[in-house]
T-cell receptor, first 110, second 119 residues
Framework: QQPVQSPQAVILREGEDAVINCSSS?????VHWYRQKHGEAPVFLMI?????EQKGHEKISASFNEKKQQSSLYLTASQLSYSGTYFC???????????FGSGTRLQVQP | DTGVSQDPRHKITKRGQNVTFRCDPI?????LYWYRQTLGQGPEFLTY????????KSRLLSDRFSAERPKGSFSTLEIQRTEQGDSAMYLC?????????????????FGPGTRLTVL
């Protein structure tokens, strides 16, 4: 079953912060976050593993709440280059492939 | 360029024709995935290979779709008797052998995709 992402879209001014949420109705082993720009392939951002810690990449970090089967992506002091669609991909028990959400469209304006 | 490559990047075909796409994964990645993405949606899983073995197929993969990875390196995805509903971006991803840990999935690196348009 597809994970649910929220919000569906967000518009930010450069320098503002944003949080993107991803929730699943099934037990998760891991959550993978990707960013995709229009017409391009999804680019890997980070992976959150069950039992793992919050991961970070520069001003982008994420958390994984195993009890709630939720993950959140935190974008701090957003830059124009952060614009794109963010997808979470979830790994469930017994499956090797990822199930992706519908995405969150993020637009950072100057 | 050592990333995942796909060929062709664009394909326009008429309904009823057969098409074949190729994916070359990152060298030494033993896992290869095919996904399909339509406008405004996330990638949808189609099938997965570990080396040359096709270990999982989605119910989305009708009998008109077939995928191979004959020598555990590149892979092909063939669609027979194409339909307009097959129009989408077909993405390939590869991942290395996972390390120790609870997750059986390692980071998947995506190729640029093949955009299929069925007229």
């Amino acid at each position: 079953q597809q994970p649910v992402q929220s919000p569906q879209a967000v518009i930010l001014r450069e320098g503002e912060d944003a949080v993107i949420n991803c929730s699943s109705s099934k037990a998760l082993y891991s959550v993978h976050w990707y960013r995709q720009k229009h017409g391009e392939a999804p680019v890997f951002l980070m992976i959150l593993l069950k039992g793992g810690e919050q991961k970070g990449h520069e001003k982008i970090s994420a958390s994984f709440n195993e009890k709630k089967q939720q993950s959140s992506l935190y974008l701090t002091a957003s830059q124009l280059s952060y614009s794109g669609t963010y997808f979470c991909g979830t790994e469930n028990m017994g499956r090797r492939a990822l199930t992706f959400g519908s995405g969150t469209r993020l637009q950072v304006q100057p | 360029d050592t990333g995942v490559s796909q060929d062709p990047r664009h394909k326009i075909t008429k309904r009823g024709q057969n098409v074949t796409f190729r994916c070359d994964p990152i060298s030494e990645h033993n896992r290869l995935y095919w996904y399909r993405q339509t406008l405004g949606q996330g990638p949808e899983f189609l099938t997965y290979f570990q080396n040359e073995a096709q270990l999982e197929k989605s119910r989305l993969l009708s009998d008109r779709f077939s995928a191979e990875r004959p020598k555990g390196s590149f892979s092909t995805l063939e669609i027979q008797r194409t339909e307009q509903g097959d129009s989408a971006m077909y993405l390939c991803a590869s991942s290395p052998r996972p390390g120790l840990g609870p997750s059986s999935t390692d980071t998947q690196y995506f190729g640029p995709g093949t955009r299929l348009t069925v007229l």
